[in-house]
């Protein structure tokens, strides 16, 4: 399928690649103002997915192509500076998964995001923090004993595997 918004599409996708080039950087290689362009990398991501979700609300797959529909999922899973932005992001990104146009794991991933930074118990366990032993946990969920179902519902793989996906990515 052609994107209708081509120039758009280019754009999330550079915004993507920036952000997963500074994220993934090994930690040897971080200079000490590394989280500063972290902050200010987001900053102006969500300045422009704002900018984008005015001009076309949710850029879906119709609009800027499935990779282009990835990358404004990942720039407003990582908007945590504005969590007014990312519930306004969460909630038309709700709207492309009812009209078919989303992944709904993306919608499950941005929900708990928001859960998470209310407080509030994550629905689909996407969310880990490392404690103070350096090890990766799972930060609060709803119902644990249905989470398989749940992510198997959205398209995700079942905890187990994502818990040791995070850790294998994670752990240096």
Do not use: K
Not at 45 to 66: D, H, Q
């Amino acid at each position: 399928m052609t994107a209708l918004h081509p120039h758009i599409a280019a754009e999330l996708r550079a915004r993507m690649d920036e952000d997963q080039r500074l994220r993934l950087l090994p930690t040897a290689e971080r200079t000490p103002d590394y989280l500063d362009q972290l902050r200010a990398l987001d900053a102006d991501n969500t300045a422009a997915l704002s900018r984008i979700l005015s001009e076309l609300g949710w850029p879906g797959i119709a609009l800027v192509g499935e990779e282009g529909a990835t990358a404004a999922w990942l720039l407003a899973q990582h908007a945590d500076a504005d969590p007014a932005f990312q519930r306004r992001a969460r909630d038309l990104l709700a709207a492309a998964v009812e009209a078919g146009d989303a992944d709904p794991a993306h919608l499950a991933l941005l929900t708990d995001r928001c859960l998470v930074s209310e407080g509030r118990p994550q629905v689909y366990g996407s969310q880990y923090v490392r404690g103070t032993d350096g090890q990766w946990r799972m930060r609060p969920v709803e119902d644990a004993e249905h989470l398989d179902a749940r992510r198997a519902a959205v398209g995700l793989e079942p905890q187990a595997e994502n818990e040791a996906r995070i850790r294998a990515m994670y752990d240096e």
